[in-house]
């Protein structure tokens, strides 16, 4: 089967583009999701990241505040690598599990930190929803309400948009309308399919 990594700056549009190939039948594997799941109470990450980063962290229902996790690591490289240890390696094998179980021509392994994580090697081609920084800002800005001072933070500590195009095999420009953005997931999903069968 082959495996297509999706990937993109925050705000590019990697959720929609996911959706749509889903809508072709296409299974996705999603890395949040996977992360999301590990520190849920009782599960694997969940006392580790406690232990690590203390009991601070915990909401009042148990649950790690991942907002407040975030806020931790964000400014601080050495926390964030610490909780990098933690979480990819465990990522990395639930996206093999997974991958391993489908019986599709090819998926799709939305996995945001793709080229920072060193995660290259679990697909065969690399797929880079882009777009232009402003809109980038404005779409961000809009979903989750942060200033365009801390947009511009998160895109300025995310992987240079010239390197992530760099590794990209197959690239999806996001600057325009829902069809436009259909018509390139159409072509793409008959591209895939092809190279699947080969």
Request: a negative charge; aromatic letters at 4%; proline letters at 3%.
């Amino acid at each position: 089967m082959l495996r297509v990594g999706l990937t993109g700056g925050i705000g590019s549009g990697k959720t929609t583009v996911a959706d749509m190939f889903a809508n072709h039948g296409v299974p996705a594997i999603d890395a949040d999701e996977i992360a999301r799941a590990l520190v849920a109470p009782y599960q694997p990450a969940y006392d580790e990241i406690i232990d690590a980063f203390g009991r601070d962290i915990v909401d009042g229902d148990g649950n790690i505040d991942r907002d407040k996790l975030r806020r931790l690591v964000f400014d601080d490289t050495q926390r964030r690598r610490e909780l990098e240890t933690i979480l990819h390696p465990r990522v990395r094998t639930e996206i093999h599990h997974q991958s391993v179980e489908l019986d599709a021509p090819y998926c799709i392994i939305v996995i945001p930190l793709l080229i920072e994580a060193d995660h290259l090697d679990l697909v065969e081609r690399v797929l880079v929803v882009d777009l232009d920084e402003e809109k980038q800002v404005h779409r961000v800005g809009t979903r989750s309400g942060f200033s365009e001072a801390e947009v511009r933070k998160i895109i300025a500590a995310q992987i240079e948009r010239s390197e992530r195009l760099r590794h990209a095999d197959d690239v999806i420009e996001n600057n325009a309308d829902i069809a436009s953005l259909e018509a390139q997931v159409e072509k793409l999903h008959r591209r895939y399919l092809a190279l699947a069968r080969e």
